[in-house]
């Protein structure tokens, strides 16, 4: 499957226009809970200026992120963006934050002390990544996870990886129950995104209304964010999840929206944004979704015309919006934009910027994940190896794993227990080397640099076979523990180790930090 040039721009300025629509629509119902009838726009009177709605605002800051470092975009670079554009401190937003300003970094900022890792400030910014990777949905995760693990982890993760493989597949397919399949493949099978999605797809099979099918889905995959900044008590009668555990309830809104609106474009937004709940996120998405499927020319002229072509922002530093090389203010700029930039994260059989007849992009096949695991880590780093076109799965890996990509390794370090250093009680850290370069048996050097109160087993120095021909990772299990604290005063709480790996009788060496917290 291909897209030429006037197919793919046309779906690009689709997408788009749809998460403007939807992100405007539902703005108003925001946060409440209850069955609404919602028919078109409560704005009145926008004539072309529809208010701002920071579900967009993120991605525009991704794409001044992508437009400078293409396939090198890490987690660490997204992070740094986040820190100096994204305002807002709030929720997922603030703790990714705060949690980045103490020195952690991704995957730890979006997990440690987190309340809100599950929440949809996630899957709200998956589309940037599916239009830069359109019809390969693998890409897409791949860049979807870099940016997810700043602010979430577990099913706030899963919701973006599993937007961003849908509607990247949804340049070249248009079935829903495709590519509901397609976006599934992709997250573990029993996590709550993927439970929440199937209730929508059951309730609908089993005939039963829209209302109804909301009713089931707070049920059995409830969630918070209607009541939250509720002042009369209503839940409806509805168990209520942990706070910010939203992102699973409200994608089960979404698919609602989707599968009772039978893919028309009108009816889907306005049963989602009915439903209540983040209704500003869930009709923004399906807007975007359903803006792919049709591309911008076949989107309805009633729900375009109020907005036009505008874009507001509301979370953006506009001090700063010159080092962004300014800020689109229209969705034909953003989309132009994201179609000069797709060549930078497309592989050379992907993509064909000069051929005969113009631009053209090809599609993977199959669209499908088929290396699933219940557990796993996306890969997040390196560029240009068949290998890390895909994401790769890691069954035994921990969550909350930093990877680092040197030209002849990669190095993983696991937190299996978390960042926090306790008296008398040991902190396990892995780490695991995968050569990545020749075929030929080397040795690497280990050394840890940490306080000295900090005592570190099996050692501080180590040196370990590297078996490039076999594949097999060296890996180097290590246990943490601060018994030996000096009498007095306490050392500052935080903690960095530093671990060096070198390559022996070479110049190669790489260097992973992380920073640990003394309870």
């Known amino acids: 499957m291909e897209l030429n040039a006037k197919m793919l721009y046309d779906k690009i300025q689709g997408c788009w226009n749809g998460k403007n629509i939807g992100g405007v629509l539902g703005a108003p119902l925001e946060g409440k809970r209850g069955v609404f009838d919602v028919q078109f726009y409560l704005q009145q009177d926008m004539d072309g200026n529809p208010p701002p709605n920071d579900d967009l605002d993120l991605q525009l800051v991704w794409l001044a992120a992508a437009e400078k470092y293409g396939q090198q975009l890490t987690p660490e670079i997204l992070g740094e963006y986040w820190l100096t554009f994204i305002t807002p401190h709030w929720n997922e937003y603030g703790r990714g934050k705060a949690n980045m300003v103490s020195g952690l970094v991704p995957p730890l900022s979006g997990h440690v002390e987190n309340t809100y890792h599950n929440s949809c400030g996630c899957f709200i910014r998956s589309e940037i990544w599916a239009c830069l990777c359109p019809g390969n949905p693998a890409l897409a995760v791949k860049y979807a996870y870099r940016d997810g693990v700043i602010d979430h982890s577990e099913d706030g993760l899963y919701g973006e990886l599993f937007c961003a493989a849908l509607e990247s597949a949804a340049f070249v397919e248009s079935d829903r129950d495709t590519l509901v399949k397609t976006g599934l493949s992709y997250i573990p099978e029993n996590c709550l995104v993927a439970r929440a999605v199937k209730l929508a797809q059951e309730c609908y099979q089993q005939g039963l209304t829209w ?13 918070t964010f209607g009541i939250q900044g509720s002042t009369d008590g209503n839940t409806e009668g509805f168990p209520t999840s942990p706070a910010g555990n939203d992102a699973p309830n409200n994608i089960g809104l979404m698919m609602i929206g989707w599968l009772y609106g039978k893919n028309d474009f009108g009816k889907s937004l306005c049963i989602a944004v009915g439903c209540g709940e983040d209704t500003d996120c869930t009709a923004g998405t399906l807007g975007a979704i359903l803006g792919i499927i049709h591309g911008s020319s076949r989107l309805p002229q009633e729900w375009l015309h109020p907005i036009q072509d ?7 530093e506009k001090t700063k919006a010159h080092l962004l090389n300014g800020i689109p203010g229209t969705v034909t700029e953003l989309s132009d934009r994201i179609l000069q930039t797709i060549p930078r994260f497309l592989y050379r059989d992907m993509c064909e910027i000069l051929p005969e007849g113009g631009y053209r992009v090809f599609s993977q096949e199959p669209l499908a994940c088929t290396a699933r ?7 997040i780093g390196g560029v240009g190896d068949t290998q890390d076109r895909n994401p790769v799965f890691h069954e035994n890996f921990s969550p909350l794993t930093i990877r680092k990509d040197h030209h002849m390794f990669r190095l993983y370090l696991e937190h299996p227990q978390g960042v926090f250093l306790q008296n008398d009680r040991q902190l396990s850290l892995r780490l695991t080397v995968e050569a990545t370069a020749f075929s030929c048996q080397q040795w690497i050097h280990v050394r840890i640099y940490a306080p000295d109160f900090l005592a570190v087993s099996p050692g501080r120095a180590m040196s370990l076979p590297l078996h490039n021909t076999m594949q097999t990772p060296s890996v180097v299990e290590l246990a943490l523990s601060a018994q030996n604290l000096p009498l007095g005063e306490p050392p500052a709480g935080e903690v960095d180790v530093l671990i060096e790996v070198s390559l022996t009788g070479r110049h190669s060496y790489e260097v992973v930090k992380t920073r640990l917290y003394i309870r």
């Open 373 to 379: 695991r219940t557990n796993y880590v996306p890969g």
């Open 310 to 316: 505008k874009i507001n922002t509301l979370c953006i």
């Open 211 to 223: 209302q109804e099918a909301r009713k089931r889905m707070m049920q059995e995959v409830p969630g």
